[in-house]
Nanobody, 123 residues
Framework: QVLLVESGGGLVQTGGSLRLSCATS????????MGWFRQAPGKEREFVQA????????YYAGSAKGRFTISRDNAKKVVYLQMNSLQPEDTAVYYC????????????????WGKGTLVTVSS
C-alpha cells in the first residue's frame, strides 16, 4: 500500500509559480514511477508529467512541457511539481499518482492516488 498526500496548491495570479509536493509512505518509494495528473472542472483527468524511480527519465504531456518540471527526492520520499508561468487554463485539482512501472497517460492504468490539491490561477 502506498499513501500519497499532496500539498502546495493555492491561488496564484497569471504568470506566477507554485511548487506542489507529494509526500509518500512505504519503504520502496524509489521503486515506483511517480506522476502528476490534473483535472479541471467538467474535464477528464489529464496526464501532466511522470518520473522514473531514480529520476533519470521524465515523461511529459504537451500542455505543460517547458513550464512545469517534475522532480523527486528519494531520501525524503517526496515528489515535486514546479509550475511556472501559470495560466488560467492550468486551474485544476492536481493529483499525485504512483505505479510500479510507467503506464502512460491513461489515468486508469495508475494504481495509487492522492486526494489532490487545488490550484487556481486568476486572470
Amino acid at each position: 500500500q502506498v499513501l500519497l498526500v499532496e500539498s502546495g496548491g493555492g491561488l496564484v495570479q497569471t504568470g506566477g509559480s507554485l511548487r506542489l509536493s507529494c509526500a509518500t509512505s512505504g519503504r520502496t518509494f524509489s521503486s515506483y514511477v511517480m506522476g502528476w495528473f490534473r483535472q479541471a472542472p467538467g474535464k477528464e483527468r489529464e496526464f501532466v508529467q511522470a518520473i522514473n524511480g531514480d529520476g533519470s527519465t521524465l515523461y511529459y504531456a504537451g500542455s505543460a512541457k517547458g513550464r512545469f518540471t517534475i522532480s523527486r527526492d528519494n531520501a525524503k520520499k517526496v515528489v515535486y511539481l514546479q509550475m511556472n508561468s501559470l495560466q488560467p487554463e492550468d486551474t485544476a485539482v492536481y493529483y499525485c499518482a504512483a505505479n510500479q512501472y510507467y503506464s502512460g497517460a491513461q489515468y486508469s492504468a495508475w494504481e495509487y492516488w492522492g486526494k489532490g490539491t487545488l490550484v487556481t490561477v486568476s486572470s
